[in-house]
């Protein structure tokens, strides 16, 4: 009986160290005796106890934050950019053994890629070409994990901490620009206005007459919005039209 008990706990034992599930998502790299003999799953695995190894390996895309970094800009602007990188697993035979901790090394290289890449370009640039910035950025570090089996599919830069006095000085400048378009509108408009004013004064010159009318037009405006009296100067040419009708009769 004792020897039946000890013979089912060994069986246990053996099948707890000898049985491994992998999800959808994971791979199993499977060491023999220190020499990777294949990379499976999903599913049921089977190992020998005490002469296979497995190293799980996450297939699914990874979110990594990359802190924020003292960055000094070509025009010698110090910021602190921070950025976030998507990547996946896509050949987990080389994530293990390629490397010694993918996550790490993917997360160093990230940091000192946005350090030399927005060191490489000036504030203006980081500000208004972020798509140009991220695309780069994608682009060294997928070429630099190609080798560790690792896909870097986007990555985005989140925020810029510029210095305070810097911050002032893009509010002045940026006010200065609105300012700079309000005169240049309100500089079009007055143009504008003295096209048209030009061409009803040379309309008006062919007939004398609209310029009397225009005048007492203009009295009649100023009647009706204010309840005081005022005293025009009335110009002799404007009952000429008249002066004249009396002369005829």
Known sequence: MYTLVVLVVLVVMFLASAIRVLNEYERGVIFRLGRVIDVKGPGLIILIPVVDRMIKVDMRTITMDVPPQDVITRDNVSIKVNAVVYFRVMDANSAVIQVENFLYATSQLAQTTLRSVCGQVELDEILSEREKINLQLQEILDRSTD?????VSLVEVKHIDLPEEMKRAMAKQAEAERERR?????????????QKLIEAAALMSTQPISVQLRYLQTLNQIAAENNSTTVFPVPIDLFGPFLKGKDKE
Do not use: N, R
């Not at 080798?147 to 896909?151: A, C, E």
């Open 147 to 151: 080798p560790w089996g690792i896909k």
């Open 182 to 194: 309000a005169k240049i509108i309100a500089a079009e408009g007055e143009y504008q206005a003295a």
